[in-house]
């Protein structure tokens, strides 16, 4: 067996209600004086309120950043790195999406440490110390609240990625009641978003794939599967929201230790290009970049296939289990409501070329994924995917 590092989230709070007993869950720890990072959505919507009363009422003194933006831009990070300066804070907490989860992280580790950003880019330059940080997610797909990763956009649509294990968070917050209000749009793209984590992870060439990874994303592909068209079709159902949140989870855990590929590679283009939210992003090319792994990775799909879709077991022979997890896929975003095309959001077939070469410069994913990945390569997907 292959020798491997697994890093995690230290404390891990699932329990309907959570947030409400927020000021509690965190402690002395976190110190008396707290940032807030979110949303002007989350806001306005009232999602806060529970969670900010209950730190207030533990006695903090909480500032609120609310100005966080899908796939948000690092001149946000400093505005509420300058935010959390201001009011000289003790700890940081994210609540929301992936965005405002990754923000925080950042957040933390600059206050924490004094660490020029620019330095801490890439893979283990991050050094920290950083601030006390928790992490309240409200959308069952990024896994961001067990990741070691924080993605931000630099210099218009060019991402960037801090990956280290000092910042993942003390503690993570899994409260299903956060998420029953999620429109069905958000609920089916953040799910296929926590599935894609799950199928790359399992199949990922990093030197890192390890069983942990692979236990985990195998049970998330179960809970996730089971549960997300009653989660997007009936999303007052607390159960369906907390198994979707779960599993979400468990993805995050997977493949912070065994990074995803292509698929996230190729997405990355149509969301900071076109601004399509991640999971859609994903889903728009999930298929079509499994076809082309599928010659090197058959096996490996056949043997989540029934974790995802239980009645796929009966499909004896690897290769049709393998094509038939992929069509199924493609059938399961559709049924969703999700957008099949990229000219469905807005993409001409005159941007494909570009958006391949842009995929290329993702080479920390492409090196995970189990088939190499050319140029051209990418243009031939991206071109099944128009």
């Known amino acids: ?95 929301g999406g992936g965005s405002s989860l990754d923000v925080a992280k950042v957040v933390a580790l600059v206050c924490g440490s004094g660490e020029d950003l620019d330095g801490a880019w890439g893979v283990g330059n991050a050094k920290g110390p950083r601030l006390p940080l928790a992490l309240v997610p409200t959308t069952a797909g990024t896994g961001s609240e067990v990741t070691p990763v924080s993605i931000i956009t630099v210099g218009g649509d060019e991402k960037r990625g801090v990956s280290s294990p000092v910042i993942l968070p ?131 799909y056949a043997e989540i296939a029934a974790d995802a879709f239980p009645d796929l077991s009966c499909e004896q022979d690897g290769g049709q289990r393998c094509a038939a997890f992929i069509e199924r896929l493609a059938e399961l975003s559709a049924r969703l409501g999700l957008q099949a095309r990229l000219r469905d959001v807005g993409i001409g077939e005159e941007h494909l070329a570009g958006m391949a070469r842009d995929a290329m410069k993702q080479t920390r994913l492409l090196v995970n994924n189990p088939r190499a990945v050319s140029e051209t390569d990418a243009l031939s997907i991206y071109k099944a995917a128009w």
Not at 14 to 30: K, N, T
Not at 40 to 58: E, I, Q, V, W
């Open 170 to 300: 003390d503690v993570a917050i899994l409260d299903a009641d956060l998420t029953l209000g999620l429109p069905p749009s958000i609920t089916a793209a953040t799910g296929i978003d926590a599935m894609v984590h799950a199928i790359e992870a399992y199949a990922s060439r990093n030197a890192n794939n390890n069983p942990l990874s692979r236990m985990l994303a195998r049970q998330a592909l179960q809970l996730l599967g089971a549960n997300i068209e009653t989660a997007v079709f009936d999303g007052k159902d607390r159960a369906a929201r907390g198994a979707m949140l779960l599993g979400s989870m468990l993805a995050g855990q997977a493949f912070a230790n065994s990074p995803v590929a292509a698929v996230h590679a190729l997405a990355y283009p149509i969301g900071g290009t076109f601004h399509v939210p991640h999971g859609l992003s994903n889903a728009l090319v999930l298929p079509h970049v499994l076809r082309f792994n599928a010659p090197e990775a058959a096996s490996v």
């Open 1 to 95: 067996m292959n020798p491997f590092v697994f890093n995690t989230t230290s404390q891990i709070v699932f329990r309907p209600g959570a947030a409400a007993e927020l000021g509690g869950l965190l402690g002395p720890r976190f110190g008396g004086r707290i940032l807030f990072v979110t949303d002007g959505g989350l806001r306005k919507l009232g999602l806060c309120d529970a969670a900010l009363a209950a730190l207030s009422g533990s006695g903090m003194e909480v500032a609120v950043f609310d100005a966080v933006e899908a796939d948000p831009s690092l001149a946000t990070v400093e505005a509420a790195v300058e935010a959390a300066r201001a009011a000289s804070v003790t700890g940081v907490i994210g609540f």
